[in-house]
């Protein structure tokens, strides 16, 4: 199947189910990266939305002229939700389409998949999503927070103001299984609690088990790693069951305002989240960056954390190439490093060291209009910190190895 469309680059080509190719035949050579997300799938829910923050990156920076005179071209493929897709795409794009950047993954399974191939390649991936952190890698910039720009300040927030006894709940893959180790390390030498620790396997809605244990247990705070539409399923059963936020607040890791849309705020008022952006954020900076979104793709969408790094993460890129005067992706990966914007959530800046993003971190409670009220906010940035101080490298990466050869050198559990 082959279609043209006319779009504000210039002619978009739909390939297949897949693909889209945006080019322009009155334009210098193009610099053509890969955007690669799952537009179908569990994870469409969050990943689809963060295809539209990079475009308008794109779109901002072409209309005022691209880079160095050069357009960008943006090839956009779907992963399909399924690790293995992802891994398959990037090296079509890196190989046979020959983008000089890829923008993409979500999960923690995905990145993990397809990183052999940009190493393999010497290629250059820019990752969105906060994640478990126990990973650095040469050929990955990561917009997206580290564990101590998340994880471990929203559970001593929560500490201080919610309570001690806490209950696990997340997918079943590495970022949860991860995530919750550093909690329960952290826990321990905070002396709060963890009361139950259950998992659902990704894309699944089999979640009754584990409301009849949060019943049964009673504890203070839940703390929500579940990723994708599993999420859906999981607040409803939740709510079905008479826990409110009133009764036990629960503070997502993976839910922003994108993902509320498709659930039923009403019953969520009151539940937290943790990130280094929210929509409702009080910036000059971000009022803008709302507003040109709004415009261009609908005064009812809103944005999250994921796409605010997705959208910062083209401009970071777009100066690294304008201070080498080159897309050759190995000068600009060692361009990367140290970059700095003034992003809608603050300024970021490229750790060198890690390749980690220096950001703050705030958490938000969730409103009647599905926005979040920003209830503490750390007020200054913060090192990345890839590797929790609980436990060493080594002792990191055993638990790592553990997690793989138990799922038969996946990073998910197959679910067989």
């Not at 927030?157 to 997918?171: C, H, I, M, Q």
């Not at 079943?172 to 321990?188: C, E, G, K, M, S």
């Not at 019953?267 to 943790?274: P, R, S, V």
């Amino acid at each position: 199947m082959l279609r043209w469309i006319t779009g504000l680059l210039g002619i978009v080509v739909i390939i297949g189910a897949g693909a889209f190719i945006y080019s322009r035949l009155d334009t210098p050579e193009p610099i053509k990266i890969g955007i690669l997300h799952s537009l179908s799938g569990t994870m469409a829910i969050s990943e689809a939305p963060v295809v539209d923050a990079v475009l308008l990156a794109v779109e901002e920076i072409n209309a005022a002229g691209g880079i160095m005179g050069h357009p960008i071209e943006p090839i956009i493929v779907d992963g399909r939700s399924d690790w293995q897709v992802f891994a398959t795409e990037a090296e079509r794009l890196i190989l046979d389409e020959q983008v000089n950047v890829i923008f993409g993954c979500w999960t923690s399974a995905c990145r993990k998949t397809v990183r052999p191939v940009f190493e393999r390649h010497n290629h250059l991936l820019i990752y969105p999503v906060q994640y478990e952190g126990l990973e650095t890698s040469p050929n990955i910039i990561y917009t997206g927070a580290a564990p101590n720009q998340q994880i471990i300040p929203a559970v001593k927030w929560a500490l201080d103001n919610l309570g001690t006894r806490f209950y696990l709940v997340g997918s079943d893959y590495v970022f949860p299984r991860t995530a919750n180790a550093i909690i329960r390390d952290q826990l321990t030498a905070l002396r709060g609690e963890v009361v139950g620790e259950e998992y659902v396997l990704l894309g699944s809605t089999e979640v009754s088990d584990i409301i009849q244990d949060i019943q049964a247990k009673r504890p203070d705070v839940i703390l929500n790693t579940i990723n994708g539409d599993s999420n859906i399923a999981f607040f409803q059963e939740l709510r079905a069951a008479g826990i409110s936020a009133e009764r036990i607040p629960t503070i997502s890791f993976s839910i922003a305002e994108g993902e509320l849309q498709s659930m039923d705020t009403s019953t969520m008022i009151g539940d937290y989240a943790a990130w280094n952006y929210f929509q409702s954020l009080d910036r000059p900076e971000n009022q803008r960056f709302v507003e040109r979104f709004r415009a261009r793709y609908g005064a009812d969408r809103v944005v999250g954390d994921p796409l605010e790094a997705g959208y910062f993460g083209v401009y970071l890129w777009a100066q690294a190439v304008t201070e080498v005067d080159s897309w050759d992706v190995g000068r600009v990966r060692l361009a990367m490093h140290d970059q700095s914007f003034n992003a809608p959530q603050g300024v970021v800046y490229i750790d060198g060291d890690t390749q980690h993003t220096w950001k703050t971190v705030r958490i938000g409670q969730i409103t009647a209009d599905g926005q979040f009220n920003i209830v503490w906010d750390a007020q200054t940035l913060l090192r990345p910190q890839p590797y929790p101080s609980f436990r060493s490298v080594n002792e990191w990466q055993l638990f790592l190895d553990d997690l793989y050869n138990g799922w038969g050198q996946q990073w998910a559990n197959p679910g067989t």
